[in-house]
């Protein structure tokens, strides 16, 4: 377990550095069928001949997250195309952007090979919250790729049943040692560090509004999914006139984009593309909104996706709980700093979220991910809004306690002692439409 040094800014710093640049990174389409394209890509170096087969193996969340959303670049959605096109066209040294670069002249050959039969996927029965498992033959040789706890944690590669690379599986349900140390912290220190960390150590957090906000325009021009965002910003009902209207519009048509199959990267948060929208598009629309300064941007950013990181760790890396809205919790903290700059305002906000929609459920990846961003996204706008009024849901309601760091804690606890038989339900119904 991870052993905090001090409490002084100084003994963080370092750890809140290192919790970023894990944490926050890009990744082309959901990340859990880019997880089994990963895994077929980092086959197919080790093997010379045409492919023969490829058996697909992965926890129950991955399954769930992966039957609907579109893969990136193919227009259909799956494990079978998101193993095809890891095969083909995935590039295993760029991680969760294996497959960014798949071309117009690659898709006949992923299309053939997701429909030639040659492709099996089913459940594994593990009790890791992530894993995947992917074996690909040609004639003569096969190979097996295993991945657990992170999505491009690659534990074992094997051919022809003799390892060729190989280090400790995780434990189930382990935990990274950024995560443990986001355990120790407190929200304060996060505040703290955000608004007073050299600007050189953050500004690399500039790319997720590059990125996030590039999904959104891209939203916006093209008919992804439901079009919700795109939908919102001409709706009869919502002029997308206030700042509410065109935070929700904005991070929606993101969302959009990254599940409806735009090759564009999104910067993921926790391992989750969608979480990263839903903390980096609110903040900056906040920071267009109120003439913010580049550096004040970057601050927000920073603290809006330290903050999501921080509630995540308390969470399970998969679940049942819809954790857009943990996120945007994030984005509520960055908001807060460019209105107010006053920290318990942000704790009452966070403790509005929880006692608002914290029981959102993730039914799998999919086009109505982007409800579930608006969602997020419209509570966000009411908590905070509340919190600068002065207005927090007290102590005696539900989740909510007196203290925001406990108030986060017992979220965690909802989500990771209560809602393990919620998400074998919903896969269930799911698997047997």
Same mark, same amino acid.
């Given at each position: 377990?991870?052993?905090?040094?001090?409490?002084?800014?100084?003994?963080?710093?370092?750890?809140?550095?290192?919790?970023?640049?894990?944490?926050?990174?890009?990744?082309?389409?959901?990340?859990?069928?880019?997880?089994?394209?990963?895994?077929?890509?980092?086959?197919?170096?080790?093997?010379?001949?045409? !492919?023969?087969? !490829?058996?697909?193996?992965? %926890?129950?969340?991955?399954?769930?997250?992966?039957?609907?959303?579109?893969?990136?670049?193919?227009?259909?959605? =799956?494990?079978?195309?998101?193993?095809?096109?890891?095969?083909?066209?995935?590039?295993?040294?760029?991680?969760?952007?294996?497959?960014?670069?798949?071309?117009?002249?690659?898709?006949?050959?992923?299309?053939?090979?997701?429909?030639?039969?040659?492709?099996?996927? +089913? !459940?594994?029965?593990?009790?890791?919250? #992530?894993?995947?498992? &992917?074996?690909?033959?040609?004639?003569?040789? $096969?190979?097996?790729?295993?991945?657990?706890?992170?999505?491009?944690?690659?534990?074992?590669?094997? $051919?022809?049943?003799?390892?060729?690379?190989?280090?400790?599986?995780? *434990?189930?349900? *382990?935990?990274?040692?950024?995560?443990?140390?986001?355990?120790?912290?407190?929200?304060?220190?996060?505040?703290?560090?955000?608004?007073?960390?050299?600007?050189?150590?953050?500004?690399?957090?500039?790319?997720?509004?590059?990125?996030?906000?590039?999904?959104?325009?891209? =939203?916006?021009?093209?008919?992804?999914?439901?079009?919700?965002?795109?939908?919102?910003?001409?709706?009869?009902?919502?002029?997308?006139?206030?700042?509410?209207?065109?935070?929700?519009?904005?991070?929606?048509?993101?969302?959009?984009?990254?599940?409806?199959? %735009?090759?564009?990267?999104?910067?993921?948060?926790?391992?989750?593309?969608?979480?990263?929208?839903?903390?980096?598009?609110?903040?900056?629309?906040?920071?267009? +909104?109120?003439?913010?300064?580049?550096?004040?941007?970057?601050?927000?950013?920073?603290?809006? +996706?330290?903050?999501?990181?921080?509630?995540? *760790?308390?969470?399970?890396?998969?679940? *049942?709980?819809?954790?857009?809205?943990?996120?945007?919790?994030?984005?509520?903290?960055?908001?807060?700093?460019?209105?107010?700059?006053?920290?318990?305002?942000?704790?009452?906000?966070? $403790?509005?979220?929880?006692?608002?929609?914290?029981?959102?459920?993730?039914?799998?990846?999919?086009?109505?991910?982007?409800?579930?961003?608006?969602?997020?996204? %419209?509570?966000?706008?009411?908590?905070?809004?509340?919190?600068?009024?002065?207005?927090?849901?007290?102590?005696?309601?539900?989740?909510?306690?007196?203290? &925001?760091?406990?108030?986060?804690?017992? #979220?965690?606890? #909802?989500?990771?002692?209560?809602?393990?038989?919620?998400?074998?339900?919903?896969?269930?119904?799911?698997?047997?439409?």
């Amino acid at each position: 377990m991870f052993q905090q040094a001090g409490t002084g800014k100084g003994s963080y710093e370092k750890m809140f550095i290192k919790s970023l640049k894990e944490g926050v990174v890009p990744a082309t389409g959901c990340t859990e069928p880019i997880a089994v394209a990963y895994a077929a890509a980092n086959c197919m170096p080790y093997l010379s001949g045409d !492919i023969q087969a !490829i058996d697909v193996s992965v %926890s129950h969340n991955i399954m769930k997250n992966a039957m609907a959303v579109i893969v990136p670049g193919t227009g259909r959605p =799956g494990l079978l195309v998101a193993a095809a096109a890891g095969a083909i066209a995935g590039d295993p040294a760029v991680g969760l952007s294996v497959i960014s670069k798949l071309s117009d002249e690659q898709l006949p050959k992923i299309n053939e090979l997701a429909d030639s039969g040659k492709i099996v996927t +089913h !459940i594994a029965e593990v009790e890791d919250d #992530l894993y995947v498992e &992917v074996t690909v033959s040609d004639a003569t040789d $096969k190979v097996r790729v295993c991945i657990a706890g992170d999505h491009t944690n690659i534990f074992l590669i094997e $051919k022809n049943d003799k390892p060729l690379y190989s280090k400790d599986r995780p *434990a189930t349900h *382990a935990i990274s040692e950024t995560k443990q140390f986001l355990q120790t912290v407190k929200l304060k220190n996060i505040w703290d560090f955000a608004l007073t960390e050299p600007l050189a150590n953050i500004v690399f957090m500039r790319k997720a509004a590059n990125f996030n906000l590039a999904l959104a325009e891209d =939203g916006f021009q093209h008919d992804y999914g439901i079009k919700l965002g795109k939908s919102l910003k001409s709706s009869r009902l919502q002029k997308n006139t206030s700042l509410t209207e065109q935070i929700i519009s904005y991070t929606a048509a993101a969302s959009d984009a990254r599940m409806g199959g %735009s090759q564009l990267p999104a910067m993921s948060n926790s391992g989750s593309g969608n979480q990263g929208i839903t903390a980096t598009v609110p903040v900056c629309i906040v920071a267009r +909104h109120e003439k913010s300064s580049e550096e004040q941007l970057i601050r927000a950013l920073t603290l809006s +996706h330290l903050t999501a990181l921080y509630i995540h *760790a308390f969470l399970p890396v998969l679940s *049942a709980f819809c954790a857009t809205d943990s996120a945007a919790m994030g984005a509520a903290t960055g908001s807060i700093y460019l209105l107010t700059n006053d920290y318990y305002q942000a704790c009452s906000a966070i $403790k509005n979220m929880i006692g608002d929609a914290a029981g959102m459920v993730c039914d799998g990846a999919g086009c109505s991910c982007a409800m579930k961003v608006a969602s997020s996204t %419209s509570s966000m706008c009411r908590a905070v809004d509340l919190a600068i009024q002065g207005v927090e849901i007290p102590s005696t309601n539900g989740l909510v306690q007196d203290d &925001v760091d406990q108030t986060i804690r017992g #979220l965690g606890k #909802l989500v990771t002692n209560g809602f393990g038989k919620t998400d074998s339900e919903i896969l269930n119904v799911m698997m047997n439409k």
